[in-house]
Each structure stands twice: as structure tokens, then as C-alpha cells.
């Protein structure tokens, strides 16, 4: 779930457990598990709402707002097309991709994932794809999607879902602006550089 920077510390220390959302539909299920700059949080309940007058100001509070007046401020207007929710939730830990991050493959496990980049790349309408990346997010960090993914002649939306498969392998990182490359990934770019060198592609 997307939580605005002010609400990341709430998160981290339990003391935000709400969020009001207005959707089209609802986003999230209950018992399920979502990441967030906080941790990994699990969805408790879900429960429409007809509008803001139906928000507590406990409720409020715990949605991470000074008060009411502010969250309803934050929700703007109702629509036509949305429903408004509250979803309560529970921090239950750290996102289980920031230990993954820092631990440099071994050799059989270096060979695992890059036989899955292999993978990624054989079924990519694009074609290969995970060197080159790699090998930009670790020249350019910082540089915001849409300028790495120009250099490369792709449209921003696919270039990020790639970028995701990458930090879903604990490889890369998301900055406040851009990405950069984890320990992990570090050694799995130095190991497909190479390898790329060697073949000249």
C-alpha cells in the first residue's frame, strides 16, 4: 500500500493502524500482506463507509492525522465512481526483501538466479533486458525511471515492471528519486558484465 513520507515513521513504530481510501474498488483483502516504507503490514479489516461523517476522531489519529478535520482535508471530495473504506491493519515486520538485499549469493545460488534472469530475458518481448538494466540502475543511481528508460528506447510503465522483477530478486533498491543496486545486486552485475563481456554482446 502507497503511504505518503510523513506517514513511513507510524508505520515503522505500529503507531499508524488505519487508512482511509476512496476507491473504485477495493485494493487490498483482508489476511493478506502488503509491503510499505514501514513494513510488511496485514490487512485486518475492510469496512465501506458511507462517508467522511461515519470517521472517528480516534480513527483519525490513527490514520497517522494531527485530527478530523485533517485526514477529511486529505481525502478530498467524494466521487461518483468511488467508495470510501477504512482498512485496518498490523505491522508484522520488516519487508523479508531488505535482509535479501544484503546477502551476496554463493556460487549455486549465483547460478540460480542467473539462470532466472536468463528467463526473464527469453520471455521478454524487448529481449534481453536484465544485463542492460543492471548495468544502468549501476552507472546512473538516483536517475529517474523515465530518463533510464529513454536511453533504451522503452516506454516507462514496462521499463518499471522490470525494475520490479529485479528488486523482487532483491537486487536493486528504490530511491526517494531513481533506484540503485543492493550488495546482491552488485554481485549478480558483476557476474552478468562479465559475462557479456566475454560473449562481446
Known sequence: MRFTKDAWPGLADGSITV?????????????NQYRSPGGMLEVISINE???????????????????????????????????????????????????LRSQVPDDDEMAKLVERLDRYDARSS??????????MIREQ????????????????????????????????????????LSPRGEAVAEVRCNEQNNTGE
Open 19 to 31: 487508512t482511509f481510501r476512496r476507491w473504485k474498488r477495493c485494493q487490498v483483502v483482508e489476511g
Open 49 to 99: 463507509l458511507n462517508d467522511t461523517g461515519s470517521i472517528s476522531k480516534p480513527d483519525a489519529k490513527r490514520a497517522g492525522s494531527a485530527n478530523l478535520d485533517e485526514l477529511i482535508e486529505r481525502l478530498g471530495p467524494p466521487t461518483n465512481d468511488t467508495t470510501l473504506y477504512r482498512v485496518a491493519f498490523r505491522n508484522v515486520g520488516a519487508d523479508p526483501r531488505d535482509e
Open 126 to 135: 524487448f529481449g534481453a533486458w536484465t544485463t542492460q538494466t543492471l548495468r
Open 141 to 180: 543511481p538516483g536517475v529517474r525511471a523515465p530518463d533510464l528508460a529513454a536511453q533504451v528506447g522503452r516506454e516507462t510503465k514496462p521499463f518499471k515492471l522490470d525494475v520490479r522483477k529485479l528488486k523482487g530478486m532483491g537486487l536493486t533498491e528504490s530511491l526517494k528519486v531513481g533506484y540503485r
